[in-house]
Every structure is written in structure tokens, then in C-alpha cells.
């Protein structure tokens, strides 16, 4: 299979981040953009293929700081999209930085979620069972919300490979 362009992986990503940064405005979190393409607009391109250390590290910074209104606790989220929704420990890079970071992965049948811890224990989310964003309880999130958006997952990705 021909790997897709770079901007079309990047407007994939780009979808995925809004639809989660949207659930969590709807449900009352401060989302605070933390990633690459925030901290340091316009790199993005130039890091596509550099290999430094420092590109590297900048390339971790998860996409988001998501602040809980109600208690003020932060926690580190990034947000992948996989047609699939196939996402394994072994995908971040070996001295991933953000440990207490939790993925949420978009994909064409909803949404997962699940930790770094939880991904280095079992090595890949699996699609069915309690990793989805429905079944995690890293937020406060309501049921209904988490359904809708789920439902635009679905929706906006049923033909994207």
C-alpha cells in the first residue's frame, strides 16, 4: 500500500483533534493546545523527516492539556486517528517523555482511550472492551456527549482510509 501525502494525514489528524477538543469544551474542560503544531506553528513540515534529538522531542509534546473545571487537575492527552484504530506501545518513540499521558484514538467505529500505562501493559488498545472513551474513567464526561461524538466519528471518517 502507497503511503497517503502528508497533508492528508495531517488534515486526518487535524479532524481527529477538533472532534475530541470539541467533547471536551461541550462537557466543560478547559483544552489547552500543547502540541508541535501549536507551540511552534509552521514546523511541522520542516520535522517530517528530521531525525535530531530535538525534533524528536518536540514531536512528543502531546496535543493537548486538558484541565477538569470542577477539581482543576490537568491531565496530557494526545489524539491519533487510525483507520483502523490499530495503536501499539511499540508506535511511541522508546524514551517517550509524557508517562502519565492518555491516547485517545479516533477511528472509523468510534473512539478508544486508554493510558500509557495500560498501553505498555497489554502493548496495543484493543478495539473491543473497556477502551473505549465511553468506558475509561480518566474524564467526566457524559454519556450522551460521548455517544454523539462517537456518532461523528463514524460519520466524518466512513470513507477515509
Given at each position: 500500500m502507497q503511503?497517503?501525502?502528508?497533508h492528508f494525514r495531517i488534515l486526518k489528524a487535524?479532524?481527529?483533534?477538533t472532534l475530541i477538543k470539541e467533547l471536551f469544551k461541550l462537557n466543560g474542560y478547559n483544552v489547552f493546545n500543547f502540541g508541535m503544531e501549536q507551540v511552534l506553528p509552521g514546523?511541522?513540515?520542516?520535522?517530517?523527516?528530521?531525525t535530531s534529538e530535538e525534533a524528536q522531542i518536540i514531536r512528543q509534546l502531546p496535543d493537548f492539556v486538558i484541565q477538569n473545571t470542577s477539581d482543576g487537575s490537568l491531565?496530557?492527552?494526545?489524539?491519533?486517528?487510525?483507520?483502523?484504530?490499530n495503536f501499539k506501545f511499540a508506535d511511541l518513540p522508546k524514551d517517550f517523555k509524557y508517562t502519565n499521558a492518555v491516547f485517545i484514538i479516533v477511528?472509523?467505529?468510534?473512539?478508544?482511550?486508554?493510558?500509557y500505562n495500560q498501553l505498555k501493559e497489554i502493548g496495543k488498545l484493543p478495539l473491543n472492551g473497556p477502551y473505549t472513551i465511553d468506558n475509561q474513567n480518566?474524564?467526566?464526561?457524559?454519556?450522551d456527549?460521548?455517544?454523539?461524538?462517537?456518532?461523528?466519528a463514524r460519520m466524518l471518517f466512513a470513507g477515509v482510509a
Open positions: 503511503k497517503q501525502p502528508f487535524r479532524i481527529a483533534e514546523i511541522t513540515g520542516s520535522l517530517n523527516t528530521n491531565q496530557y492527552v494526545e489524539v491519533k486517528y487510525r483507520n483502523k484504530g477511528h472509523k467505529t468510534g473512539i478508544g482511550c486508554i493510558s480518566y474524564f467526566q464526561l457524559s454519556e456527549s460521548v455517544q454523539e461524538f462517537m456518532n461523528y
